[in-house]
């Protein structure tokens, strides 16, 4: 069993379900209200423990009743807790979501995400050096990221940045990550929008842009590569890259190639989106080998 560590965010998704997205200053009924926990660390950690890895969550939450369930969450889903700690007098990360029109749009307030510092990471560099894999996002500060991107390099430890939300990157932090998985958008604002086939050519197994139904694009060395997803009935597109990233990371870090890696991502990513919730249809292990 490979172990994963995963540094980033732990939220509570509040998702409402309507038919359309309001236009300003309009009111509108929806159909449905729920709370699930999400965030992008915590869906990437559940969606690799269910896919067979053994799992270490490394965040933060607040002192309030969302913080509680986030972590009775992870334990529920096999994800090693003890280096996510509640934080005093400080309110627990939210993702409030709008499911329309068969997409969804995401505002995130990060509350005690915030603290998951440099300073909070150093204390845990043990479990990170005991890691086949990291993986890491951006709803934690960026001086995190660029911290973790260092310490990773310098133990020999392969680091997978999912650079989401979309905000640039050093490029100490782009030279030192071992694997970088924008969707368009990111890489966009990553290399810039005239340059994506440039930066796959110069970053060579190194940068994987999804692309949605499409699929996931890079470069082999030799040539560009797009390994098609798979078509499914979608009932709700969130998580499914953080699915991707997890199912991805799992493959890497029991050594399968590129191809297969990404193959082994996508089908595990479609099948996220058959089902409501970011957690809800993530799959097992079982549920991505048989549909392969």
Request: net charge negative; aromatic share 6%; charged share 25%.
């Amino acid at each position: 069993m490979v172990k994963i560590t995963v540094i980033g965010s732990s939220s509570m998704d509040l998702v409402v379900i309507a038919q359309k997205r309001p236009n300003k200053g309009e009111t509108i009924l929806g159909e449905s209200f729920k709370t699930v926990p999400g965030g992008k660390g915590a869906n990437q950690a559940v969606a690799a423990s269910r896919l067979g890895a053994e799992v270490t969550m490394i965040g933060r939450v607040g002192d309030d009743d969302f913080g509680i369930e986030i972590i009775k969450n992870f334990s529920k889903n096999n994800v090693l807790t003890q280096c996510v700690e509640r934080v005093t007098d400080m309110e627990s990360g939210t993702a409030h979501i709008t499911l329309a029109e068969g997409d969804n749009s995401i505002i995130v307030v990060k509350g005690a995400n915030d603290m998951v510092t440099a300073e909070y990471i150093e204390q845990k560099l043990e479990v990170i050096r005991e890691s086949d894999i990291v993986l890491i996002q951006q709803e934690i500060p960026e001086e995190t990221v660029e911290f973790v991107s260092e310490t990773c390099y310098g133990m020999g430890i392969p680091l997978l940045l999912n650079p989401a939300p979309a905000r640039p990157l050093s490029q100490k932090v782009i030279e030192r990550a071992t694997y970088i998985t924008p969707n368009e958008l990111e890489a966009a604002v990553l290399f810039g929008s005239d340059d994506i086939h440039a930066a796959l050519k110069q970053y060579p197994n190194k940068v994987f842009i999804t692309e949605g139904k499409n699929g996931v694009r890079y470069h082999d060395g030799e040539k560009e590569v797009l390994i098609p997803s798979y078509q499914v009935e979608v009932v709700d597109t969130t998580g499914a890259g953080d699915t991707f990233n997890a199912a991805f990371a799992v493959a890497l870090a029991e050594g399968k190639g590129f191809s297969d890696s990404v193959r082994f991502a996508n089908r595990a990513a479609s099948l996220s989106v058959t089902k409501f919730g970011a957690q809800g249809g993530m799959p097992t292990r079982a549920n991505v080998e048989e549909s392969l």
